[in-house]
């Protein structure tokens, strides 16, 4: 049996994906963030949670600081949904404001680190947010001067409460660090907590937090559109990351996890620490992912395990730096890897749960599939599971608790197994709704959320991504699905990121990529061009690839790919080079 699953569930959780109703899974503890500390303090204790430039804090320490910050965040007045906006990076202040506002029933909302003082301006007035936990400095940014640009009242108030007219509800800012304006306070004044909260008070108001109440509003963005705030639950998102975070990934207690995703993402918030407060594994946070500071990292810290993307997997593997200390990277699945050295995993809980480290084909390992409205991944497989040979870089099944349907994008009618369409999820995972946004505007009739992707789902279950509606391109009569070709240029030959979109040139269209390079990696183009027609149909490899900076890749706050911008990009250096 599955440990936390009721009798009787685990038989039908296999059949999810095939047609059968989905059923929810249950920790065995209260679904909700104070039955989440609860049950991480108890069960690891002592042991390191965190840790992020020689600081590290343990499961107890968590415990203890989220409930001092609650408390003093009881005596300013912020209870149960008030709103708290969080802009710091993974730190231990960062997950510390997370937690606490939890325990009383607030809403955190993680805020990108990337917001320039427009998008600033808008998310902090349209998410209605009663307060702000700030890094005074991140990565040469000035948050606080980016806040008086983002807010010009700033420059004249003196002190809280707060009364703004760009931000209306805002009444108090905490800053994270040395920096300081006569409009803020500091971070410490609430871990030092407030003697007026006593513990059974707050046990009091922690009571009265349940599974249904929102917990979080993560933003998110399309190419084009304003950051929409994603509105989930307390239930669906300790559910979970309890799920994916004990059975999907192969890390648990005794893992010391080197990361660099940042946590305003749904894939560092949910799929890295809240996977790790569940099972139990260290997370050693860095900005520096150069395979030097990562192997100071597996020397000093004991690092053993890595949480990121494909490519940079890769860059480690192949660098001097791990290689001249005798160390390997295997891949585990597609978003983690192991730490080896003469054929055994760094990590005794991967050696015990896994056995001798394998290298397996990377088109056997699913493409966990998902999306911020469903926090993180709805379609994955388990961190023992492979693909089928016949059905390589597909992204795999419907996880328990969800289900899958694919409609005529333009009928909505239901489609047999087989063929291509408009993907609608529904489950437990989803999103209690859209900030600002009436139910019957976000979800159908049966409960479904129209995802926007084309994908074909077999008689097996088994999920492939096709396209993003309206960005099929079309070469020579023929539909590219550039999400397709982006996922084959991921991780190959040192490319961390791609983008691809089709260009008007001579009267025709041509596939065209603009890639970010892992550091101290150099594109060679011909290379990839030539390793990409033994993968893709030669109407599906893009005709050039030109290596662009961060600065010069053109995204959202939210980090997705503009590509229209990145078109009329593409389309200017290429009318450039060939004058």
Known sequence: MIPGFRNGEVAELVRIGLGRKAMTPEPDFDPTIPGLIGHFARKYGDADALVRDGRRVSFRDLDRQSAAAAKALLALGVGKGSRIAIMAPPCPEFVVAVLAAGRIGAIADPLSTLYQAPELRWVLANAEFDHLIVADTFLRHDYLARLEEALPDLVTSTGAPLYLEAAPRLRHIHVIGAGARPWSQSFDTLLEGHAAISDAMLEQVEAMVTPADPACIIHTSGSTATPKGVVHGHGPLVRHSWQMGMEFTPFGHGDRVVTTRAMFWVAGFVATLFYSLNNGACLITTSDGSPANVLKLIEEEGGNALAGDSGWFDVLGQSDELKGAGLGVVRLNMDSAGVVRNGRFLSDHLTARIGAPVAHPNERFARTFGMTEALGGHTSARWNEF?????????????????????????????????????????????LGLNGRERHETFDAEGYYATGDLCLLDADGYLKFEARLGEMVKIHGANVAPMEVELAMTGLMGIEKAGVVGVPQGGDMILVAAVLMAPGRELDETAVIADLKGKLSSFKVPKRIVALDEASLPATGSGKIKKAELAALMADRLNQASR
Not at 393 to 409: C, M, N, S, Y
Request: aromatic share 6%.
């Open 387 to 431: 693909l089928p040979e016949d059905r390589p870089f597909w992204q795999g099944r419907a996880v328990p608790g969800v289900e899958l349907k694919i409609v005529d994008p333009e009928t909505r009618r239901a489609l047999p197994p087989g063929e291509i369409g408009e993907l609608l999820v529904r489950g437990y995972c989803l999103m």
